[in-house]
């Protein structure tokens, strides 16, 4: 029978990405037993009551102190309160109130060739420059086969950085690919969105250099790449 701290660990590393296989190789255990512990993690974790759960509320406000890192959580309630949870009943705790929330599985799969596919994406991120946090926005250029990664970060982000920005990704990666995913942002729409999206002039011009065209919107529905659900690509000529 596999221990309780054993199946929180299963769960606590799939939840880090990690395959079963490599789950399988650091927990010694079997890929079956893997896959039903992480079908039903509710039954693979029977009912119990730990002491620990008086601090709840603490705990709550904790993690959104520390943003979600249970890590975090488990240093800061020993070192400003005094109390020490083992890491593995912190977060059974966690599961448990859900205060953290469970990752939805992604619905299926992409398979992608060399050169068919890359992604471009911008968000906010708060970054430090020299000893104080600033908002700047990380762009990024994926491709998706070999999910080889070019990323930088501007004080701001219009048509004229992601010309820039594009043209040294493209430069980085040694060519482009024959479909470039990007989100549905005013950046490279002009007007409009989904089917009805108009696409920005120079930005077309801007393709055109690269000898690719701007397509409509993508039918692909790419949530883990596209967060915002909608994208429009670069399809080659």
Excluded at 157 to 182: H, P, Q, W, Y
Excluded at 189 to 199: E, Q, S
Aim: net charge positive.
């Amino acid at each position: 029978m596999i221990r309780q701290s054993k199946k929180d660990a299963i769960l606590e590393l799939k939840n880090t990405g990690m395959s079963l296989r490599k789950i399988a190789r650091t927990l010694k255990v079997s890929r079956n037993t893997i896959t039903k512990i992480l079908k039903d993690p509710d039954e693979a974790a029977p009912h119990r009551e730990s002491r620990h759960e008086e601090h709840v509320p603490l705990i709550r406000d904790l993690f959104k102190e520390c943003k979600g890192n249970a890590v975090r959580v488990a240093e800061e309630l020993e070192s400003r309160h005094q109390i020490t949870i083992p890491y593995q009943s912190l977060t059974w705790i966690m599961r448990k109130h859900e205060i953290r929330k469970r990752k939805k599985r992604r619905a299926g799969q992409y398979h992608f060739k060399p050169g068919q596919e890359m992604q471009h994406d911008t968000s906010p991120h708060q970054v430090t420059i020299d000893g104080k946090k600033v908002s700047a926005q990380c762009a990024s250029l994926t491709l998706a086969f070999s999910r080889k990664l070019f990323i930088q970060y501007y004080p701001r982000f219009t048509r004229f950085e992601c010309k820039v920005f594009l043209s040294k990704a493209f430069d980085f990666m040694d060519g482009v690919c024959s479909r470039c995913i990007v989100d549905n942002t005013s950046v490279i729409v002009a007007g409009g969105t989904g089917p009805d999206a108009l696409i920005a002039p120079e930005m077309k011009y801007f393709a055109d250099m690269y000898q690719t065209r701007v397509c409509g919107p993508c039918r692909r529905r790419c949530q883990s790449k596209c967060p915002r659900g909608k994208a429009f690509s670069f399809c080659g000529k």
